[in-house]
């Protein structure tokens, strides 16, 4: 095809497969055993989990105090990691909810697993900020209850905004997901011979009968929840900044962070989903559903909010300068300069430099450059959250009390814990339920939708 | 069969727009409860159907209004009357912190309300039971057929009239769907019951373990085990293991003062006087020690009579004439240095101790052997 009509949409699924053949093929992995891959990838993960488990248990027995982080950089890897998940966890969101309300059909084939990502994502986030209050047993305190102390949580603290906001999101997440799978689980019960997974898919689909009485209030339930999503998504990571933003530390103390962090969260979240929807379109034979114009779409809004990051960076450094202020100057120099520019230029390689290559059409659409490139900006956004961190606190206003910091490999093990089980929970879920939504596919291939001449008036 | 009841009459459709003209015909003649069933939502069926939109919105509006005003109420509470904190030199009600948890609660309890309502008030689910599980018709409308579905509970149903009403406008695989009979099951079945009670326990067990067990053990609490110089036990601090320390050699305690006396006899300390006076303070020191360290020998009264009486050597009396008409010196004596198998009390007791003792050692032998004259007015 030399030209395109541009007239006509692109269908967001190619070759018209009927509603049977989309069961089958969404639910194969569900109905088959698992092959080589997988076992080698979940041995991988699992191993990934228990050895940094460990580190975690060891952790738990001996405090905190065996973390890198000390005076005067008080917050190391804990946080680093806790704001690194957290954005990842925001490209689910934004797939599900804003590209729904923007009515960006091409989200449907990618949306569940978006999702899915997002809640796993939320839980190894969830992780850090528990364990580094060091008695993580006692965290119910993190919540206003009447006590016996007769004493409240500090509501105008942004680390009680915090735990707000993490705990909605991942609530209202996972209950946008559950909301999702209800009518494929009702399609699953319906197909399967197994008695036991029968069991399961009824108790999980909670008697789903698509009815079409019961659809009119389900539309509209999915959209109010994309609703509430969309702005509880800007508000998540905007929460998230306002941890640096309301303190005075040279670096933190300023009011570009919300847009920025949104956007790194953006980013970073849409490289981790681009690079694992890549393998499980190659393992599980989705590429008509999964299509590589979706991923093309999803390299475009990575080019877009990693510009947007870039943007960032630079302005940081224009009213560094322009405030005149000795200290955020001085903070922003030494970020380039001082002995973290290892750091610093790792970050602005990967998130700004590489990503442009983006631009270029064949690097979109094809799976090994752009995989690589997710990688990198993911290694780039990570180094992000060390810099604006470690930088910050390592050399504030006194110079006396100024301080490096090295992590220990108990920090090193536990972030190899938050992956281990955020890959090992991919893998399970592959398996377990189905990674692209049924009901949705099959309302957006071509002729699933009445041709509106009114049957036959 | 014929003896069962009827739920409903089905037919299935193949295309979207077959659903749309039979939804429009089957209003058209009259039915009001039906439905129709598709595997995904049908655009345009709810005006086919002719049931209006979905008013779940409004529940929606009313669930997230309420938690944005209970928060907002519950912060200004909290914050401003129950338990005000000064912090960073702001008012106790600085509503703009107050946005952010505001903001969060009002999405958690519409969202979670709305799929509340969604779920167990306009679904009724959990639902399970439903008669239509498990027909043939469920399982095509599952994947990719269409299906009709008339009642029996409509007003004008009749299962031979419906049937071929579907048959007019096209369906297929027409049948009827049986009520199937069911299992009543009593809540007062005494398994079921211990099954509840079962649970009950053991969730007080482990809820009990839980807050009042676990969270005082290691590695939960270190209190048990504190790296901290303990008297009595190892510690390796020191060179030689103990976590006890000597005093330095040649040291002496505070208020010490040598004894002069040592291993002398008798009549060298005789001419010693007790340099405290006969007051209540003094008396009532000297009763506190000697109830600690005499009486357990010597007995509350002096007599002797203590539970060592018996045993050999016989505690002596403090009552004897010997011990009577000695000076106070002699008796110092004695509690510095010991006798026979009386230890040394210079340890246990201090110089002020001692001499209180004595005193009270001269209203034992005086109150014990009181003669008539001591009582006043005789």
Not at chain 1, 64 to 82: A, L
Not at chain 2, 338 to 346: E, H, K, L
């Amino acid at each position: 095809m030399s030209t395109i009509d541009y007239t006509q949409e692109l269908p967001t699924v190619e070759g018209k497969p009927s509603a049977q053949s989309i069961d089958d093929v969404i639910s194969k992995p569900l109905d088959t055993k698992p092959g080589n891959l997988w076992k080698i990838l979940i041995t991988i993960t699992s191993l990934m989990l228990l050895v940094g488990g460990g580190a975690l248990g060891w952790t738990f027995y001996k405090g905190i105090g065996v973390w890198g982080n000390n005076n005067p950089v008080g917050w190391g890897f804990d946080i680093v990691n806790f704001v690194f998940w957290v954005g990842i966890g925001h490209a689910g969101t934004l797939i599900s909810a804003v590209l729904f309300l923007l009515r960006q059909r091409w989200r449907t084939g990618i949306a569940r697993f978006a999702e899915a990502m997002t809640i796993f994502a939320v839980m190894c986030a969830g992780i850090f900020p528990a364990i580094h209050t060091g008695r993580a047993w006692l965290d119910g305190y993190l919540f206003p209850y009447p006590n016996a102390n007769n004493i409240w949580v500090n509501f105008t603290s942004p680390l009680l905004w915090d735990v707000f906001a993490v705990s909605t999101y991942f609530t209202v997440s996972a209950i946008f997901w559950y909301v999702g799978l209800m009518p494929d689980f009702a399609t699953l019960r319906d197909r399967t011979t197994n008695t036991l997974k029968k069991n399961i898919y009824s108790i999980l689909s909670l008697g789903w009968r698509h009815s079409s009485r019961h659809w009119q209030h389900y539309e509209k339930a999915y959209m109010i929840l994309a609703g509430f999503a969309t702005p509880l998504v800007l508000s998540v990571h905007t929460i998230v900044s306002f941890d640096f933003a309301v303190s005075v530390i040279p670096g933190w103390h300023t009011t570009i962070f919300p847009p920025y962090f949104v956007a790194g969260a953006v980013f970073s979240g849409f490289a981790m989903v681009q690079n694992v929807l890549i393998f499980v379109r190659q393992a599980f034979n989705l590429k008509h559903i999964i299509t590589i114009g979706h991923l093309e779409k999803m390299n475009q809004v990575m080019l877009l909010v990693g510009t947007m990051v870039g943007y960032a960076y630079a302005m940081e450094f224009f009213v560094a300068w322009y405030s005149g202020n000795q200290f955020e100057t001085f903070t922003f120099i030494n970020r380039a300069l001082g002995p973290y520019a290892w750091a610093y230029w790792t970050m602005v390689s990967c998130n700004v430099i590489f990503p442009q290559l983006f631009w270029i059409k064949k690097i979109r659409t094809t799976i090994l450059p752009m995989f690589i490139l997710g990688v990198v900006v993911n290694i780039g956004m990570w180094f992000e959250r060390f810099v604006i961190i470690v930088t910050s606190l390592s050399r504030d206003y006194l110079p006396s009390s100024w301080g490096m910091y090295t992590p220990t490999i108990y920090d090193l093990g536990i972030l190899m814990f938050s992956f281990g089980l955020f890959f090992t929970n991919v893998l399970l879920f592959v398996r377990a339920l189905p990674a692209v939504s049924i009901a949705e596919v099959k309302a957006v291939v071509d002729g699933a939708q009445p041709s509106h001449k009114g049957g036959h008036h | 069969m014929d003896t069962k009841k009827i739920h409903s009459v089905t037919a299935i459709f193949d295309t979207p727009d077959d659903i749309i003209m039979a939804s429009q015909e089957t209003v058209k003649a009259g039915y009001t409860k039906f439905d129709t069933n598709t595997p995904y939502p049908v655009h345009g069926i709810e005006k086919a159907m002719n049931i209006g939109t979905s008013y779940l919105g409004y529940f929606t509006l009313f669930l997230g209004l309420s938690g944005a005003a209970f928060a907002f109420a519950f912060i200004y509470w909290v914050a401003a009357i129950d338990y005000p904190l000064i912090i960073g030199g702001k008012p106790f009600f600085s509503w703009p912190a107050f946005i952010p948890v505001t903001f969060e609660v009002t999405v958690l309890s519409a969202a979670v309300g709305t799929v509340g309502v969604l779920i167990a008030g306009l679904f009724k689910f959990p639902n399970n039971s439903h008669t239509l599980h498990d027909t043939d018709y469920m399982k095509k409308v599952s994947s990719d057929k269409f299906g009709v579905c008339i009642v029996s509970i409509d007003p004008m149903f009749d299962e031979a009239k419906a049937k071929s009403f579907l048959q007019g406008i096209g369906g297929k695989d027409i049948e009827t769907i049986y009520e199937p009979e069911r299992k009543t099951i009593n809540a007062f079945e005494p398994k079921f019951i211990m099954g509840l009670i079962l649970i009950a326990l053991l969730t007080a067990g482990a809820t009990y373990f839980a807050l009042n067990k676990l969270v005082f053990m290691q590695p939960f609490t270190w209190m048990a085990e504190q790296n901290k110089l303990v008297p009595q036990s190892k510690n390796v601090m020191f060179g030689d293991g103990y976590g006890m320390r000597t005093p330095v050699e040649g040291t002496v305690a505070r208020g010490f003062t040598p004894y002069e006396f040592k291993g002398m006899s008798d009549s060298a300390v005789k001419n010693l006087s007790n340099p405290l006076p006969v007051s209540k303070q003094v008396l009532a020191k000297g009763k506190e020690k000697f109830d600690s360290y005499c009486s357990p020998c010597h007995g509350y009264y002096g007599k002797g009579d203590s539970r060592m009486n018996g045993q050999f050597p016989n505690p002596p009396s403090l009552h004897s004439d010997k011990v009577t008409n000695w000076a106070d010196g002699n008796i110092y004596h004695v509690i510095v240095n010991g006798q026979n198998v009386m230890p040394s009390y210079a340890k246990q007791l201090s110089k002020d101790e001692r001499w209180s003792i004595i005193r009270y050692i001269r209203v034992l032998q005086r109150s014990q052997n009181a003669k008539d004259s001591d009582v006043e007015g005789k």
